[in-house]
């Protein structure tokens, strides 16, 4: 059965729903599930602007039947060649064999890389600034390097401003029937899975998004709804969304006055003594505190939020004499998402040879950007002792002063 919604009088989205995957990318949970979007625009010749995953081709393809109809395919226009889009392009190939491709050079290369026929079709490579004509509808492209894979591009259709961003400004969290941004309450129950999408997927490439954001800047008064390949269509308050982009892609916290407190703690005492550091700080009216227990929070929320808050506590035992093994692979996914910009308090626990503190002071020091670790650090020989409870309060202290300043700037 088809399942489309109307963007505008003559575009359409054919996406597709996911709830079926556990793992994005087999790495990332998504319990709410996942949107692939497409777009069908029916102009004087039809437009398909991306694919989907294949397992969802068959929703794509029943879609395409019911708004097609009679006509055919006339072009396929792909942004962004990962499979999670591209993978359903040889399925429409086949069934629209005078089908026109527009895309760049990478992702033509990506295409017959990925083993698909496409060499039958008609190809249209284009670049940076290159127009084409659709019959009323008029679209310019803009080269988008690593949004987030190399061969990336968004396409404006400048006759209405719908962009269509590609990976860019779109979430987890699958539609449900709903596709517009104010169908949502998207800052209550859509913020969170944007920001894990964002942070996990494109976090790395700040610098590049940033790229994007100038070039969208320059012609932001002529975007009128953004249409990314996942998550709600922004048809209003395209300010929030893009606002939100300029926060993570400068590494700059959204959140100046939020700490997150990460434990690694095999029986509980380290537990208790982030349960109590967070009591300490709500006490000196830092509210925005939360918790994690890094053993059974998967890393991609841990990262999400370390994006939102400004200041991390992170209290590890010490494990065979180096960092714990989870809050070591926490650390490092920070490394390699480029995350900066942030204050760290340290807790330490060791019952007889403590070296946790030291190793990750001396991986934030050395191995990330403008991290900055406070003085007060906490060394706990097992469990947390009335003379050790002073050292949590100064610690307390040093991270309350530290947020009001973050806010007062
Ligand atoms: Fe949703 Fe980079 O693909």
Redesign the pocket.
Known sequence: MHSVRKVTDDLYWVGANDHRLTLFENIHPIPQGVS?NAYLLKDEQTVLFDTVDWSACRQLLENLDYLLGDRQLDVLLIN?M????GASIEEILLRYPKCKVISTEKAFMFMRQFGFDIDEHELIEVSEGDTYCFGAHTVTFVSAPMV??PE?MVTLDVTNGVLFS??AF?SFIALDGKLFNDEVNFDRDWLDEARRYYTN??GKYGPQVQLLLGKAAAVLDKIKIICP??GPVWHTELGYIIDKYQHWSTYTPEDSDGVMVVYASMYGNTESAAQALAAKLVERGVNNVRVYDVSNTHVSYLISETFRCSHIVLASVTYNLGIYPVIKNYLEDMKALNLQNRTFAIVENGSWACKSGDLMQKFLDEEMKNMTVLNERVSLSSALSSEKEAELDFMADAIADSVKSASET
């Open positions: 692939y962004h990962e499979p999670d889009h987030h894979w990336a590609a990976d779109g997927i494109v390949l996942h």
